[in-house]
């Protein structure tokens, strides 16, 4: 029977004991510092989130420094001052004084951590962290502290250099994972992995009970190893074999119970977004399924996958079972575990799902497997086949949607528009190659009817819900006015047009301003027939005169706000990259009254074009994508130069000049049709709405896109993850102008990006001097060589105008001058690039110095504010314990003042 009062005075006497000297509070203040200094490391200004995730990536190795450091004299001490004896003859169980030593020494790892809260403070002061992500991750702390804490107990009982010995047991369970790459159930039991839930915002039950576990199994050696006083020698060797035998039996059985739960997906999702549980839009579907024609939900899962895709095992094995028991009678869930070459591994291939080939690292060498895990969704109206869950596939929304889509009978229709962009596939007769089709339209037959649509004939108009036309400029003078006259129906269209398309397998053939490719085959002599021109000279004319808007199929927009939203790329990052975010600065960069962009984080653009409604427009123009008001456009002489073999290439420093506004580059074009727009062969039109999402990038649906979706990209291990929106917007889109916003919401569904906002408001200015120097910079360079030109242009006009040469003398000094000013041209202006690119090389270090000043200072504060509590408290504590001395002394005995 525990004895609360016992557990209590033990308790009371172990803190007192640890705080009463200096040792014990320069302990605190030293993992309080270096926590600090893990937690605001330079990656985590890298990073730019206010997250700890780079205190967690460190903090098991700061574990084996603070748990050795406080339970090291919890046993050894009492040997060494001859208490132990005392202690155990006092009228207390065994398990009472351990547990008061426990209680202790967690009691005292709380105040460490207590005291590392202030970091909390400065997150909190430089950006806007998920607090219940926070909270989950210092409960894991927390567990995890407690877990070790019994093992540096354990190795206190044994010797009294517990420091040593306690850092050396303490590092099996953190160590163990990096000690055997080979094992994924070795690695299954490292502190680092049972830790990674708690600090993603949930709380898992798996987790629990592994640290919990590891509390009991070593605390039950501790008691094994204080009771072997009461043996007698005689009952010794026979105790140590039968309290063996136990302590073996406890540990196989607690890893077995561990065994177990690590396949339950029970937890508590604590994030802001609760993006780990099911949703009320995955509710509500499931609610409406009919209960007489039920979905059968097949999963093909390897039971053994490597270590970056058990986190997405288990979240779809996880998010079944939750389905499952929503779903009842409506949804019936199969999971099959699949061995290569096993029948099941016939079985999903039959189905669609093959195996997959994936790579990973173990014991330093890279290592190919194939693994299964995909799904097929089926009911009496259809089926839909999920090949694969990658490792960003937002789960949730891919089996909610192939549920909803096979319990409808049927489905509505997409018309994809035949053009050179070859969205839905095909054959290249300039190159006789095949062509696969675009991912955008496999994504979309997973939810919708898809068809491709030919601009040769007229459109019919009642087949399709939505029209996606992808470079429209492409078309040919026939094609485009059938394909305006559809747009003039009102029915819905999603464009996508860009000026200099760099990611499709023709890449910048496709551009406006490039002609079109030849059709293929040859006449009699093998001559290949001139292509047919493009309409309006792929200007798009006509169809922004009836959407009443301007673009200009040359210029190419540019923002300078990348490098400050994403400066772990550095240097890397061209700035006609676009990176279309709130946090560059525009709050509508993602239109929040829009369904289609609303909830959307970050969209990632490249080499997009920029549309704007006409001054006279009656039509309702909503933008949707904004750049910074850091920005500008490049005209197409500046950003394109002639290919070294025909054609074109991207200019590598084209001349940036920022005109401070936030250009559209998508935007939403509805309205009745003003009276005097003509209709077809300039007759009046009948008085239609029109219905029209015009993108002026193509890239934004690019292949590229839907593969980053679906991996995620990190620049290196430890940098964020990269996860851009640009699938979602376009599904958005098409979900909107189709009628249908089911899974809009759904979609939309994932963690926030939380920026350091204060960082990067301080950074800012910074880049914004660095900007306005370099167009000074390119401004002199370029008023250079102008003024090198005018004076050739004198020189030649001193010339002509000189009438005492004759014409033939006057010819060759003319051509003598002319080469000779153009050699003094072509050195010039080399000497002013070279100084210009030198002038922006030091506006360019002198900007980094500047920005890496703002977050050394913000880092050096976050580093010296934690431990000033503990030191406070320390201080606090000594003087109460000298002026407890002074008054205990009696007044003969103080030294007296002469």
Known sequence: MLQPHIIKAVFYRNVASFFSGILGYLFIVVFVVAASFAAFSPQFFTNNLANLDQLTFWFPLLLLFIVPAITMGTWAD??????????????????????????????????????????????????????????????????????????????????????????????????????????????????????????????????????????????????????????????????????????????????????????????????????????????????????????????????????????????????????????????????????????????????????????????????????????????AYGEVVIPFFDLATPIEYELTRSIRTVSKEDRLTIGVLATDANVTGGFDMSSFRSLPEWQITDELKKQYKVEQVSADAAIDTGKYQVLLAVMPSSLTEPQMQNFINYVRSGKPVLIFDDPLPISSSRGLQLAPRSPKPSAGGGGMFGQQAPPEPKADGGKLTRLLNLLEIAWDNGQVAWDNSGQRIHPEFGDMLREEILFISPANGTKSALNNDSEITNGLQEIVSFFAGTVRPRANSTLKFEPLLRTSADSGLIDWDDIVSPGMFGGVSISPDPPLFIDKDAHVIAAHITGKLSGDAPGPDGAAPPETSLNVIFVSDADIISDQMFELRQRGFRRTESSAELNFDNVTFVLNAVDVLAGDDSYITLRNRRTSHRTLMRVESYTSNSLKEQNEQNEAATKEAKEKIEQAKENFRKEREKIEKDTSIDDRTKSILLRMKAEEEERKLQVAQANIERDKQAELDRIKAKTVQEIRQIEDTIRYASVAIPPIPAVLLGLIMLLARWKSEQSNISPERRVKST
Request: hydrophobic content about 45%; overall charge neutral; glycine content about 8%.
């Open 78 to 379: 009492e040997r060494r001052s001859g208490t132990d004896e005392l202690l155990f003859t006092l009228p207390a169980s065994d398990v009472d004084i351990l547990l008061g030593k426990y209680l202790a020494v967690v009691c005292i790892y709380t105040f460490a951590l207590i005291f590392s809260v202030s970091n909390l403070f400065v997150l909190a002061w430089i950006g806007d962290p998920d607090w219940g992500l926070i909270f989950t991750t210092y409960l894991g702390y927390w567990i995890a502290g407690a877990a070790l804490l019994s093992i540096g107990m354990f190795a206190s009982v044994l010797t009294n250099s517990t420091f040593v010995l306690g850092t050396v047991l303490c590092s099996v369970p953190v160590l163990i994972g990096q000690a055997a790459p080979w094992s994924d159930f070795l690695k299954s039991l490292s502190l680092s992995e049972q830790l990674h839930d708690f600090t993603t915002g949930v709380i898992p039950l798996s987790g629990i009970l592994y640290f919990a576990s590891l509390a009991v199994f070593m605390q039950y050696l501790n008691l094994v190893f204080i009771t072997k006083r009461h043996w007698s020698a005689a009952q010794k060797m026979g105790m140590g074999w039968q309290y063996l035998i136990r302590a073996i039996a406890c540990g196989v059985t607690l890893v077995s119970i561990n065994n177990m739960a690590s396949h339950a997906s029970m937890r508590i999702d604590m994030t802001a977004e609760k993006i780990f549980s099911l949703s009320d839009t995955t509710r509500n579907l499931i609610g409406k399924i009919e209960a007489e024609r039920p979905v059968l939900v097949q999963a093909f899962v390897s039971p053994d996958v490597p270590r970056q895709y058990v986190p997405v095992q288990k979240r779809l094995l996880g998010l079944l079972r939750q389905y499952n028991d929503l779903g009842g009678s409506r949804i019936s869930i199969r999971i099959v575990n699949v061995e290569p070459y096993s029948p099941e591994a016939e079985e999903a291939d039959l189905l669609g799902i093959p195996s997959r080939k994936v790579y990973s690292e173990v014991g330093g060498r890279s290592r190919e497997e194939d693994i299964f895990l995909g799904a097929t969704v089926s009911s």
